[in-house]
Nanobody, 114 residues
Framework: VQLQAFGGGLVQPGGSLRLSCAAS????????MGWYRQAPGKQRELVAR???????NYADSVKGRFTISRDNAKSTAYLQMNSLKSEDTAVYYC?????????WGQGTQVTVSS
């Protein structure tokens, strides 16, 4: 399984970005997908997760602003980020989880700054 994340960039506070994570292989539809982020000097943290059945959970800091979704036909997961804040600045990683196995994408930089 290979994951490719893209869609990051520089955005002003209050702006929006949509991250995408495309997966290779045939297990996407039966896997949980997650977005994590890591800011400089901080530990990687879970941002949002969606199960194979579509159940979602979010970090408290992004609830109401971020939305995770998936398109099984395209083997792609998305993270729609609205009302971005400077504290959302980080490298964002997508994760595919099936049973006890984790796969990671290469990360995409999101910078929120005026």
């Amino acid at each position: 399984v290979q994951l490719q994340a893209f869609g990051g960039g520089l955005v002003q506070p209050g702006g929006s970005l949509r991250l995408s994570c495309a997966a290779s292989g045939s297990i996407f539809s039966i896997s949980a997908m997650g977005w994590y982020r890591q800011a400089p000097g901080k530990q990687r943290e879970l941002v949002a997760r969606i199960t194979s059945s579509g159940a979602t959970n979010y970090a408290d800091s992004v609830k109401g602003r971020f939305t995770i979704s998936r398109d099984n036909a395209k083997s792609t997961a998305y993270l729609q980020m609205n009302s971005l804040k400077s504290e959302d600045t980080a490298v964002y990683y997508c994760n595919l989880n099936i049973l006890v196995k984790d796969y990671w994408g290469q990360g995409t930089q999101v910078t929120v700054s005026s």
